[in-house]
């Protein structure tokens, strides 16, 4: 979900540069890198987009490493990324064959969590970058196994087989991921077994809204603004046919926070992801390059005040004097265009892990925060009686 890596950011991306060289496949792998020894194989190359973060590829013996240094972004849209050609490593002509697909699987450690990475394949054909490309949602400083099978790849033999390992909008500060293998099959589908962790599509599909069976109102939300930090917005209000009416905003120098009552679904599991609805008062924004720009970012508030009350609220109190990387999570969740005509829905999907967090309480809320120029302003709760509040729509799992 998101950032994600969005299509024609992956095509630059591919396009950059060409992978060359290979590992001959082992017993255990048709293509297998354990990374041993001092130095990166031949084969790999590794690069960055969309910003000005740096990517650095290395290797110890056992595993290697990311090392990609965020300090001199602004917009927090970059991409970094390891890729390689495997495929005179795997049997094409096997994958040609019905109800066989390419499984790619690596080990992997991060250091700051709650982050998403990525693992992609593709061709010199490829068209649609996230058709192929999975996120893997990690909570801990662990190692963990995680894998994705494709659908529908498609790949003859003298076609090139990209695979990429990715990590993307991080935040503004160093960061590194490990490494420990990374290994790539033609696999039966029918008898492969499920893949491990849990696969999430970039963007997927938003169903109705009639097939969710839980719709939560929120109960607290308000406008923060970063230049007054001091300042309580509850108050904050445009006008529809000469009355007031409460509204939240998001701009360059304003977010809205939001939290809702999940106390009764406490211990339950999410079934899928759900939807975060808004509904437009106004829109504003500019046409510019890159095409991030100009949505708004949906983010997890994972510290500050738990409790924080919408009369009284301030950037301040929220964060309880904790740098805003430690109370909101520097990796969106998703960025999404607005609905530009007043009275548009938005609808925003958020994913299992992170709805899984908000019933777990782990996550106290969601923030949302502009992704450049834009000036989008939403109907909140206490708008008449709260008939267009952002509204959370999401299903359990049946016991």
């Given at each position: 979900?998101?950032?994600?890596?969005?299509?024609?950011?992956?095509?630059?991306?591919?396009?950059?540069?060409?992978?060359?060289?290979?590992?001959?496949?082992?017993?255990?792998?048709?293509?297998?890198?354990?990374?041993?020894?001092?130095?990166?194989?031949?084969?790999?190359?590794?690069?960055?987009?969309?910003?000005?973060?740096?990517?650095?590829?290395?290797?110890?013996?056992?595993?290697?490493?990311?090392?990609?240094?965020?300090?001199?972004?602004?917009?927090?849209?970059?991409?970094?990324?390891?890729?390689?050609?495997?495929?005179?490593?795997?049997?094409?002509?096997?994958?040609?064959?019905?109800?066989?697909?390419?499984?790619?699987?690596?080990?992997?450690?991060?250091?700051?969590?709650?982050?998403?990475?990525?693992?992609?394949?593709?061709?010199?054909?490829?068209?649609?970058?996230?058709?192929?490309?999975?996120?893997?949602?990690?909570?801990?400083?662990?190692?963990?196994?995680?894998?994705?099978?494709?659908?529908?790849?498609?790949?003859?033999?003298?076609?090139?087989?990209?695979?990429?390992?990715?990590?993307?909008?991080?935040?503004?500060?160093?960061?590194?991921?490990?490494?420990?293998?990374?290994?790539?099959?033609?696999?039966?589908?029918?008898?492969?077994?499920?893949?491990?962790?849990?696969?999430?599509?970039?963007?997927?599909?938003?169903?109705?809204?009639?097939?969710?069976?839980?719709?939560?109102?929120?109960?607290q939300d308000c406008t923060v603004n970063l230049?007054?930090?001091?300042?309580?917005?509850?108050?904050?209000?445009?006008?529809?046919?000469?009355?007031?009416?409460?509204?939240?905003?998001?701009?360059?120098?304003?977010?809205?926070?939001?939290?809702?009552?999940?106390?009764?679904?406490?211990?339950?599991?999410?079934?899928?992801?759900?939807?975060?609805?808004?509904?437009?008062?106004?829109?504003a924004h500019a046409i510019v390059e890159p095409?991030?720009?100009?949505?708004?970012?949906?983010?997890?508030?994972?510290?500050?005040?738990?409790?924080?009350?919408?009369?009284?609220?301030?950037?301040?109190?929220?964060?309880?004097?904790?740098?805003?990387?430690?109370?909101?999570?520097?990796?969106?969740?998703?960025?999404?265009?607005?609905?530009?005509?007043?009275?548009?829905?938005?609808?925003?999907?958020?994913?299992r892990p992170v709805l899984q967090r908000m019933?777990?309480?782990?996550?106290?809320?969601?923030?949302?925060?502009?992704?450049?120029?834009?000036?989008?302003?939403?109907?909140?709760?206490?708008?008449?009686?709260?008939?267009?509040?952002?509204?959370?729509?999401?299903?359990?799992?049946?016991?």
């Amino acid at each position: 979900m998101g950032v994600r890596l969005s299509s024609t950011r992956v095509r630059v991306g591919i396009m950059a540069l060409a992978a060359g060289g290979l590992l001959c496949g082992t017993a255990s792998a048709q293509f297998l890198d354990e990374f041993r020894g001092p130095t990166i194989q031949n084969g790999w190359t590794w690069f960055t987009g969309d910003g000005t973060a740096t990517n650095d590829f290395q290797q110890r013996d056992g595993y290697a490493t990311m090392l990609v240094d965020g300090t001199k972004d602004r917009a927090n849209i970059w991409w970094a990324l390891i890729k390689r050609n495997v495929a005179s490593s795997l049997a094409l002509k096997r994958l040609s064959e019905p109800g066989h697909e390419l499984r790619l699987e690596a080990r992997v450690r991060i250091y700051e969590t709650p982050r998403r990475v990525h693992l992609s394949a593709n061709t010199q054909k490829t068209t649609d970058y996230d058709e192929h490309l999975r996120e893997f949602d990690i909570t801990d400083t662990d190692w963990h196994v995680v894998s994705m099978t494709t659908r529908n790849f498609h790949a003859q033999p003298g076609d090139e087989v990209n695979i990429q390992f990715a990590i993307s909008d991080w935040g503004l500060g160093k960061y590194r991921a490990d490494i420990a293998y990374y290994k790539v099959d033609v696999v039966d589908v029918s008898t492969a077994g499920p893949d491990k962790g849990e696969p999430l599509q970039v963007r997927p599909p938003v169903p109705g809204l009639a097939t969710f069976s839980e719709k939560l109102r929120v109960v607290q939300d308000c406008t923060v603004n970063l230049q007054y930090p001091d300042l309580n917005l509850n108050d904050w209000f445009a006008v529809d046919d000469g009355k007031k009416a409460p509204v939240v905003t998001v701009n360059g120098v304003q977010l809205v926070i939001l939290r809702w009552d999940l106390h009764e679904y406490a211990g339950q599991r999410a079934a899928g992801a759900g939807v975060l609805e808004l509904t437009t008062q106004s829109m504003a924004h500019a046409i510019v390059e890159p095409e991030e720009l100009g949505q708004v970012r949906v983010t997890e508030i994972l510290g500050g005040d738990p409790s924080w009350d919408q009369r009284t609220v301030t950037l301040g109190s929220l964060s309880k004097g904790r740098p805003m990387d430690a109370v909101l999570n520097p990796q969106m969740s998703i960025d999404e265009r607005v609905a530009e005509a007043h009275g548009g829905k938005t609808l925003i999907t958020i994913s299992r892990p992170v709805l899984q967090r908000m019933l777990d309480g782990k996550t106290l809320g969601l923030a949302i925060l502009s992704l450049g120029p834009v000036d989008a302003t939403f109907y909140a709760s206490e708008y008449e009686g709260g008939r267009l509040a952002p509204t959370l729509h999401f299903n359990l799992q049946k016991h």
